[in-house]
């Protein structure tokens, strides 16, 4: 029996994305300027990682400020009022507070009063576990235009003076918004996936119900990302060279079909051994992780508004999603522009 059989004359309605923003703060950080802070060096950080610069939000700022700028311009994007959406998804790791959400935050700032609102984690696959999920409420009739936030401000969460992370971490926001579009195929398909056996190599010990805020905790710097760098980054080329083979082979798309391959902006050694087991060049992935950095749920949401604002998408046109992070989780998505 294949999935919605019982829909084989009457198809799920599908779900395209109709605009798309995105917004990285001012202030640079150079790896210059890491030098003075911690022992590291430009040609270390750019050997190993790719990352020549990436964006600091002011301390006045939250994760919810980056996210509604990002949403007021994809709603002109779209040509769309706030008012016309109907839910609010937010994936982030470093949401303004505890609870209420983000997504109750930015909706505030940017009018949507008619939204429902939550936010989702999957750290640095939220974009993508987003996009699935309103793509499945759009399919089933419950909402009818969604709009989906990946928005972090890591540097809030970076311990400073580990330089085996602080230099890969950046502050940003990107957002899109889904409609079903006549005739249009939109998300062709979506493979997603955890394993919480290793959910310790890529973590934010603090601030939860297992180590609660704490002078002892704030001391023992549980509040910051912990990593451990080598498990990670074996686990993520596997995770998304699997990932994005297992969804071109679930849709029927080839690698030659694809005409943007825009991965989670980690690390520039995993896209190219990625692009490499695809058979694609480098040429045809969208790399942004120089000027930003890891920007963790905001990564591909960025890449891929700056993508379509810079021309590198036409109408038609297949793009392959793919990211990784920690929980640890991976997800990769084929999409019609």
């Not at 002892?216 to 549980?222: A, C, F, I, Q, R």
Request: aromatic share 6%.
């Amino acid at each position: 029996m294949t999935p919605h059989s019982s829909h084989a004359n009457s198809p799920l309605p599908s779900a395209s994305i109709i605009g798309t923003g995105s917004f990285v703060p001012k202030k640079v950080l150079t790896n210059a300027d890491l030098e003075r802070m911690v022992d590291t060096s430009d040609e270390w950080i750019t050997t190993r990682t790719g990352i020549k610069e990436r964006r600091i939000a002011l301390p006045t700022k939250a994760t919810s400020d980056m996210g509604a700028e990002a949403s007021k311009r994809a709603l002109q994007d779209a040509g769309l009022d706030a008012s016309r959406i109907d839910l609010i998804l937010c994936a982030t790791v470093t949401p303004d507070m505890p609870f209420p959400s983000t997504a109750c935050f930015i909706q505030k700032k940017i009018g949507a009063t008619g939204a429902a609102c939550l936010d989702l984690g999957a750290a640095c696959s939220g974009f993508l576990y987003a996009l699935e999920t309103a793509r499945q409420f759009v399919a089933t009739g419950t909402f009818k235009t969604i709009l989906v936030v990946g928005a972090e401000k890591l540097s809030s969460v970076v311990d400073w003076t580990d330089r085996n992370t602080c230099v890969l971490f950046g502050d940003a926001a990107g957002a899109a918004i889904l409609q079903h579009r006549a005739k249009g195929r939109g998300i062709l398909g979506t493979v997603m996936g955890s394993d919480g056996r290793h959910a310790d190599i890529l973590c934010l010990p603090g601030g939860g119900s297992k180590h609660p805020i704490t002078p002892e905790n704030v001391k023992d710097k549980l509040n910051t990302i912990k990593m451990s760098g080598k498990e990670t980054y074996k686990f993520a080329i596997t995770a998304m060279q699997n990932a994005a083979l297992a969804v071109l082979k679930k849709t029927g798309v080839s690698a030659e079909q694809i005409s943007l391959v825009i991965p989670h902006q980690a690390n520039l050694r995993i896209v190219e051994s990625l692009a490499d087991k695809l058979g694609v060049g480098l040429d045809r992935c969208y790399v942004n992780l120089d000027k930003y950095g890891n920007t963790s749920a905001a990564s591909v949401a960025v890449a891929l508004d700056e993508a379509a604002k810079s021309g590198r998408l036409k109408r038609g046109d297949l793009i392959l999603f793919v990211a990784f992070g920690g929980g640890l989780t991976w997800a990769a998505s084929v999409l019609e522009w």
